[in-house]
Nanobody, 120 residues
């Protein structure tokens, strides 16, 4: 079984910063892509950023220049540094991993989510 454990959410004022972390554990052979998604109240879950095992990144237009995704392959951990936060960034942030299990089955897994609230 593979689990993702997120941390780092909280309440911050507009213009502030937060850093989210997500650590994967379990029967993992290799993690192909790790990423962050978010879901605001009444809205659909949306992509925030992803990073491949080779370090290639992809960002939503709404966060480009403000958020930075990074990854420590040795620790199976992904980070999201969020700067210049805006009230519209308020959401539950979910970590996702696209991975290959030890029996070489490819699967995806979600974290439990961490709440980020940005006050104006």
């Amino acid at each position: 079984q593979v689990q993702l454990v997120e941390s780092g959410g909280g309440l911050v004022q507009a213009g502030g910063s937060l850093r989210l972390s997500c650590a994967a554990s379990g029967s993992i052979f290799r993690i192909i892509v790790m990423g962050w998604y978010r879901q605001a109240p009444g809205k659909q879950r949306e992509l925030v950023a992803t990073v491949t095992s080779g370090g290639s990144t992809n960002y939503a237009d709404s966060v480009k220049g403000r958020f930075t995704i990074s990854r420590d392959n040795a620790k199976n951990t992904v980070y999201l540094q969020m700067n210049s936060l805006k009230p519209e960034d308020t959401a539950v942030y979910y970590c996702n991993a696209d991975f290959v299990r030890l029996d070489f089955v490819r699967l995806g897994v979600w974290g439990q989510g961490t709440l980020v609230t940005v006050s104006s």
